[in-house]
Antibody
Framework: QVQLQESGPGLVKPSQTLSLTCTVSGGSIRRSGYFWTWIRQHPGKGLECIGYIYYSGSSHYNPSLKSRLTISVDTSKNQFSLNLSSVTAADTAVYFC??????????????WGQGTMVTVSS | SSELTQDPAVSVALGQTVRITCQGDSLRKYYASWYQQKPGQAPLLVIYARDNRPSGFPDRFSGSSSGDTASLTITGAQAEDEADYYCSSRDTIGNHVLFGGGTKLTVL
């Protein structure tokens, strides 16, 4: 059974880079058809797709975050990662990684990590 | 369009039927998926590809779609169904994934 687990610092200083890793266990990140996604949730708010990546390295970023965002994949470690630079308090949120499945007419995030709270504060 | 619109809150009496809706231009082209989120937990996929349930999920949950509106229906709501529900789909261009603002379901 595939499981996802986020890891990384829970506290980041303003203007620094937020770095998180999602480790995929119980299955290969190289399995075709899936895309590996970062989603965040500001305190008390809704869900926001940050971006996603395929094992090939092809990726898509949320236009509102694109200038600060890098998502990468390491197939040898079965991991994918998020780097968000120049963070502010507005980046304080719970960050989830999730597996995306799709066809031409739909997408679904069928497996989620438990989420990790990241606070931006000095 | 870059938005999916949901009612902020809906309530239902125990055992009754409730429909949660999601509206957006992208739903004319892409099917919605629905997620259930309980406090302190990660979201859980409830419905995908308009009306498909993940294996093992209760069949009281169903999905439908018409025009620019997708719906999640719970037939015979249970106390454990009290949660936030989010819809999701691609945007009209097809690259970005959108989420609705979420609907808080209260079971009375």
């Amino acid at each position: 059974q595939v499981q996802l687990q986020e890891s990384g610092p829970g506290l980041v200083k303003p203007s620094q880079t937020l770095s998180l890793t999602c480790t995929v266990s119980g299955g290969s990140i190289r399995r075709s058809g899936y895309f590996w996604t970062w989603i965040r949730q500001h305190p008390g708010k809704g869900l926001e797709c940050i971006g996603y990546i395929y094992y090939s390295g092809s990726s898509h970023y949320n236009p509102s975050l694109k200038s600060r965002l890098t998502i990468s994949v390491d197939t040898s470690k079965n991991q994918f990662s998020l780097n968000l630079s120049s963070v502010t308090a507005a980046d304080t949120a719970v960050y989830f990684c999730a597996r995306g499945d799709s066809s031409s007419s739909w997408d679904a995030f069928d497996i989620w990590g438990q989420g990790t709270m990241v606070t931006v504060s000095s | 369009s870059s938005e999916l619109t949901q009612d902020p809150a809906v309530s239902v009496a125990l055992g009754q039927t409730v429909r949660i809706t999601c509206q957006g231009d992208s739903l004319r082209k892409y099917y919605a998926s629905w997620y259930q989120q309980k406090p302190g937990q990660a979201p859980l996929l409830v419905i995908y590809a308009r009306d498909n349930r993940p294996s093992g999920f209760p069949d009281r949950f169903s999905g439908s779609s018409s025009g620019d509106t997708a719906s999640l229906t719970i037939t015979g709501a249970q106390a454990e169904d009290e949660a936030d529900y989010y819809c999701s789909s691609r945007d009209t261009i097809g690259n970005h994934v959108l989420f609705g603002g979420g609907t808080k379901l209260t079971v009375l």
